[in-house]
């Protein structure tokens, strides 16, 4: 068991150095010279929406607010069989040429997308979702990163729109994460996912590729491992800024994050042939295997945390009962425990806040921590397992997952 | 912070760094982990030499007052306490498991000294007219004693509520000869949890009320909550 734990601690903390080795790396290397955009090729934006009526509104808003030449950019808004009023508040938005708003029968997120596809002659193709929010100039710097003609497709930097509740103060930490983690993964030309609020694509390849797939409900991680698997590079642009909602409620984000585990994994064994092989470079060779583990560690130390406190808490049950009187608490640094185990955890632990620190300094310019990050810390890592064990269970049995 | 363009090209040396540095911790953590261990070990042998200093000293001084008077001696008897917080170290340091022949060693000398501080105490209290009361605690930690956990507790909470009650614990497998030379005197047999109270084993795990009913002088005793009264006063 401990040597179990050694090898899973070894692992984990290899994989955060690695990043933070690779980050460094790149800082300390020569930047590549700014692109100033002169052509600007044209854009589409798609906002595929299903009862959407509460976000549509603020999305096409911001849309309409980008810093792009207008006769270069439209806007498809797809209803996707909405039984709200989103196509009455989309409707109010057709007076501007740039909107164009079609109606279909509900079919799924990538069957928008590909409605959309069918009626653009756009260079460049992206999706918006209804819950979020783009920044003006995030347009502008997404587009001059495609004049690297090998680029295929660009994520942004994507930050949490709402902080109303501690769940969400918890998630702009892990979003802050993830905007480190998007971009080292891009620095090693092993992003495995093209996120659904705003990334961009090279229409031309996504036609070549076949348009969007079901994916496991999943369509932007299919797409980005089909991207990989036909040697083509998806880029990160932090400075391209999306602000996306957050679940408000413990039940919303367990659905929500139900769907991107369970995709993940059934989208890791549709492409198991990637894993391990050195053809796909970093992406095969460690980035796939190590989250596929990190999804088998996380729930490994959860289930060893909860018997220890399962334990711990049992042996205070039996001394309250057999002396009817509650345990003196010790204080004395003697007891403290020191074993390598704990110091190997805290070390860990320090390496997560630098790289959260790393996530804002790519996606803010400063290296402060949010608010969030000792909740995040301290509770965050006991509700992941949770929605990562049932993930495995759904997709081990392929029982499905629903968007809503 | 400007986009990020890249292939997807391994660079081995980036491997290798990541791999020497993940080591590097690693190595620390043991080292560190290692290092706090012998410090709690030196704590420990420090407490035991004080308290082995402590039992020469009471020796001496009852050799040397024996024929003049008790009192001194007995004021200068050894607290229970010391001896009880070394054994809960000791247990602690057990259950961690580290550096373990090391804390066998501590060990066995812990039950020395209490081996030592009980025939000492009984030698003072025949010669002074003292009746010290003593429980003596038979344990075993090899996973064959279901209720030793809770005996440990209930003898903690007793040695809590009556400050004056001796309880000396031996672990009734640890290889010390003199320990085991107690076990066949006192004919303590291999079913544990056990205490010897009066010279009389009693087997299997005993309440406090069991206990208070076996050792009816510990009604008279001063209890830890009327000692803080009396003091405050």
């Not at chain 1, 945390?305 to 039996?318: G, K, N, P, S, V």
Request: charged share 20%; proline share 4%; glycine share 4%.
């Amino acid at each position: 068991m401990a040597a179990v734990t050694y090898a899973l601690l070894f692992i984990a903390l290899y994989f955060e150095v690695f990043l933070l080795v690779s980050f460094l790396e790149r800082r300390l290397a020569k930047r590549d010279a700014k692109v100033m955009l002169r052509d600007f090729p044209k854009a589409a934006i798609v906002v595929p929406c299903y009862n959407e009526e509460k976000g549509i509104s603020s999305t096409l808003t911001s849309l309409l607010a980008l810093d792009y030449p207008k006769d270069k950019f439209e806007i498809l808004v797809i209803n996707d069989g909405s039984t709200d009023k989103t196509l009455e508040i989309a409707r109010s938005f057709e007076a501007d040429p740039r909107v164009r708003i079609f109606s279909k029968e509900n079919g799924g997120k990538h069957t928008a997308m590909n409605l959309a596809l069918t009626h653009t002659d756009a260079e460049l193709i992206g999706c918006l979702d209804a819950d979020s929010i783009v920044e003006t100039h995030a347009l502008m710097h997404v587009a001059a990163v495609f004049k690297d003609p090998r680029v295929a497709a660009v994520t942004p930097g994507i930050h949490a729109k709402e902080t109303n509740n501690l769940l969400q103060h918890m998630q702009k930490v892990e979003y802050r994460l993830s905007i480190f983690n998007r971009f080292m993964l891009a620095a090693l030309g092993s992003a495995f996912i093209t996120p659904g609020p705003f990334s961009i694509f090279r229409a031309s390849v996504i036609r070549e590729l076949g348009g969007w797939k079901h994916g496991h409900s999943t369509e932007d991680m299919e797409m980005a491992l089909r991207m990989q698997e036909h040697g083509f590079l998806i880029a990160n642009c932090p400075a391209a800024t999306v602000f996306t909602s957050t679940p408000p409620t413990f039940a919303k984000l367990f659905k929500q994050r139900v769907r991107w585990t369970y995709g993940f994994l059934r989208n890791a064994v549709d492409y198991r042939h990637m894993m391990g092989s050195h053809r796909y470079g970093n992406l095969g060779l460690f980035i796939l295997p190590t989250a596929m583990l990190s999804i088998f560690t996380a729930i490994y130390f959860f289930v060893r945390i909860i018997m220890e406190f399962a334990q711990q808490f049992l042996d205070e049950y039996t001394r309250i009962s057999v002396t009817n009187s509650l345990p003196m608490p010790n204080f004395d640094i003697f007891y403290f425990n020191t074993s390598a185990m704990w110091v190997l955890v805290w070390l860990a632990v320090a390496l997560i806040l630098v790289l959260i620190s790393a996530g804002s300094l790519i996606g803010t310019g400063s290296r402060k921590l949010p608010a969030g990050t000792p909740l995040f810390i301290l509770f965050y890592c006991f509700l992941v397992p949770l929605w990562l064990a049932t993930a495995v269970f759904r997709a081990t049995f392929k029982l499905g997952v629903r968007w809503r | 912070m400007d986009p990020v363009i890249s292939d997807r090209n391994t660079r081995w040396r980036t491997y290798l760094v990541a791999l020497a540095i993940t080591g590097l911790i690693f190595a620390t953590a043991f080292y560190a982990s290692n290092y706090f261990n012998q410090r709690r070990v030196e704590d420990i042998r420090t407490a035991q030499d004080n308290i082995s200093t402590d039992i020469l000293n009471i020796e001496t001084q009852f050799d040397l007052l024996q024929e003049h008077s008790c009192s001194d001696v007995a004021e200068n008897a050894i607290l229970p306490s010391s001896l009880t917080s070394l054994g809960s170290q000791l247990s602690y340091m057990e259950a961690q498991g580290g550096n373990s022949a090391e804390v066998t060693r501590l060990k066995g000398l812990y039950s020395l000294m209490e081996i030592k501080d009980y025939l000492l105490m009984k030698q003072i209290a025949q010669n002074c007219n003292l009746k010290p009361v003593v429980i003596l605690y038979f344990y075993s930690n090899k996973g064959d004693c279901t209720d030793c956990q809770k005996q440990g507790y209930v003898l903690t909470a007793l040695a809590e509520k009556y400050p004056q009650l001796r309880i000396y614990s031996f672990d009734y497998n640890l290889n010390v000869s003199a320990l085991q030379t107690l076990i066949s005197i006192d004919n303590v047999e291999d079913n544990l949890p056990a205490l010897l109270i009066n010279g009389k084993a009693y087997y299997g795990l005993q309440m406090i009320p069991d206990i208070e009913r076996i050792l009816p002088q510990l009604a008279s005793m001063k209890t830890a909550s009327s000692t803080a009264t009396s003091t405050n006063d």
